[in-house]
């Protein structure tokens, strides 16, 4: 189990994950992908700040990509713009990279970014990319997904009932009925793919639910709905390499439930990273089911991974898991990154090297030999 805390440091200390970006004359190509069309948008314009004011300018050549709420790619001087105030300037167009792009970075949440769909195109487009590819980042982004995938490999994660949109349209009393049934409430429902707590309700009785799932198919046609339990939330940050670092548990503490307002504009959440109060064995249990569920789901780069602690019968749940988790001021992941020894510009270092490492990977994987047939007699 890769070690945390002082082990950490020392990691980082013998493996130079950055020489790959370092020794090279001309700096890397670093194109900063941010913005898009999610319910997350305002968050990636404070990641991408956050990331670009620690990306190094002696070793990296760095260029802006921003992309409107409607979905449309800017410019450089409208990328830049975007970036500082949030306003749309300039012409618009599809898809693209600066030339001479050597590695992105994307700084995306949610639909559209985080959710294999850019991963996929930079692979067919033979780009390296900061954190998981195609496969990992759809798995991590689709909650009902990485919960049937962890499960299966025995990891703990709490019950759950999912609802489909088309089900939800055709009878909504049927479906009432069936969540009422298999969920007692309280209970949580949440858009099966977006983050930051958005679209989440906390539904107090059954007369509350049909609402609380009008509010969560606003953002997707899949939802889930989960018990919801008297709980510490603690997460977890992973950062790839041979070995991989994997902080303590950092923990929220808040008034209510850990929502969006409380993440990003009240600041009434408390986080402690990493949390002081939580039994040694304990800690340990929750790094290794973090770790084992970051190579279980085939996640790359980085990760954040959320457990439950149930107060009453002292189980653990993990749950969910965030393959570009937020890089703000605030984050929980750069925060315990830090205390596991990787400050936030190391921190970017290391996953553009990684990036670039994982492109060698690749390369090995689709080189096809060459298969020679005994000529015909």
């Not at 001021?329 to 670039?356: N, W």
Request: negative net charge.
């Amino acid at each position: 189990m890769p070690s945390s805390g002082e082990s950490s440091r020392e990691n980082v200390g013998i493996i130079h994950y950055s020489v790959a970006v370092s020794d090279s004359a001309k700096p890397l190509v670093v194109t900063v992908l941010f913005g898009g069309q999610s319910a997350e948008h305002e968050i990636s314009l404070r990641s991408a700040r956050a990331v670009v004011a620690h990306l190094d300018p002696t070793r990296y050549d760095i260029h802006l990509v921003g992309i409107s709420r409607d979905g449309k790619w800017l410019g450089a001087q409208g990328s830049k713009q975007l970036l500082q105030d949030g306003s749309v300037i300039g012409p618009l167009r599809g898809p693209y990279l600066p030339e001479g792009t050597d590695v992105v970075f994307p700084v995306l949440h949610g639909p559209g970014g985080e959710d294999g769909t850019i991963q996929g195109w930079l692979e067919l487009l033979d780009i390296p990319c900061v954190g998981s590819g195609c496969t990992g980042s759809a798995l991590g982004m689709d909650k009902s997904l990485t919960k049937h995938v962890l499960r299966s490999a025995h990891i703990p994660v709490l019950m759950w009932t999912d609802v489909r949109y088309c089900d939800w349209s055709a009878d909504r009393v049927k479906v009432l009925a069936e969540v009422a049934a298999q969920r007692s409430f309280p209970c949580f429902v949440k858009p099966a793919r977006l983050g930051s707590s958005l679209g989440i309700s906390r539904v107090e009785d059954p007369a509350s639910l049909a609402r609380a799932l009008d509010a969560a198919f606003a953002f997707g046609e899949f939802v889930l709905v989960e018990p919801a339990i008297v709980c510490r939330e603690l997460e977890i940050a992973v950062l790839d390499g041979s070995p991989e670092i994997v902080s303590l548990p950092g923990e929220i503490i808040a008034q209510d439930w850990y929502d969006f307002d409380s993440k990003y504009h009240t600041d009434s959440a408390e986080l402690h990273a990493p949390t002081e109060n939580l039994e040694p064995r304990m800690a340990e249990a929750l790094r290794e089911f973090a770790l084992r569920a970051f190579r279980v789901l085939r996640l790359s780069g980085m990760a954040r991974v959320d457990f439950l602690l149930d107060h009453h019968s002292g189980r653990y749940y993990l749950n969910e898991v965030n393959t570009i988790p937020g890089f703000t001021s605030i984050s929980m992941y750069p925060k315990l990154m830090e205390t596991a020894g990787v400050p936030f510009g190391q921190l970017c270092d290391r996953l553009i090297s990684l990036a670039m490492q994982k492109r060698l990977i690749v390369e090995r994987e689709v080189a096809v030999p060459l298969i020679e047939h005994e000529a015909e007699a």
